[in-house]
């Protein structure tokens, strides 16, 4: 596998793990505060940030800084999928769309960088 097609696989990865904090703290605040569950909870979310920001520390070491953050807003994708999932939420055509664009400025943006290379 390219090494650059690695790095971008273990960044998504790493920007799903990220997502989760979410998901555990829209559990969090579901319980009672202070209660076992909302302490597990938050502890979850202190843990996969913990995760999120020593693994991030070491993509940004080996990819462009302007890729690995236009590659973060991925996270409105994993968002509205656990909100669907999870949440039970309903996924709208206009979030369909603003995920659409996303992923679309993010495609554009990695395809920018590679032209400026060759």
């Known amino acids: 596998m390219n090494s650059t097609i690695k790095r971008y696989v273990l960044l998504n990865i790493l920007l799903l793990v990220f997502s989760l904090s979410s998901v555990c703290s829209k559990l969090a605040a579901q319980e009672e505060v202070m209660s076992f569950k909302f ?28 890729a690995a953050y236009a590659n973060r ?16 939420e309903k996924i709208t055509p206009g979030k369909v769309a603003g995920a659409v664009l996303v992923v679309a ?14």
């Open 73 to 88: 807003a991925i996270t409105v994708f994993w968002g509205m999928l656990w909100g669907l999932i999870i949440f039970k």
């Open 39 to 66: 302490i597990m909870m938050y502890g979850f979310v202190v843990m996969l940030l913990g995760v999120y920001a020593i693994f991030w520390q070491q993509i940004i070491k080996n990819m462009p800084l302007t």
């Open 105 to 118: 400025g993010i495609i554009l943006f990695a395809l920018s960088d590679r032209e400026e290379k060759a």
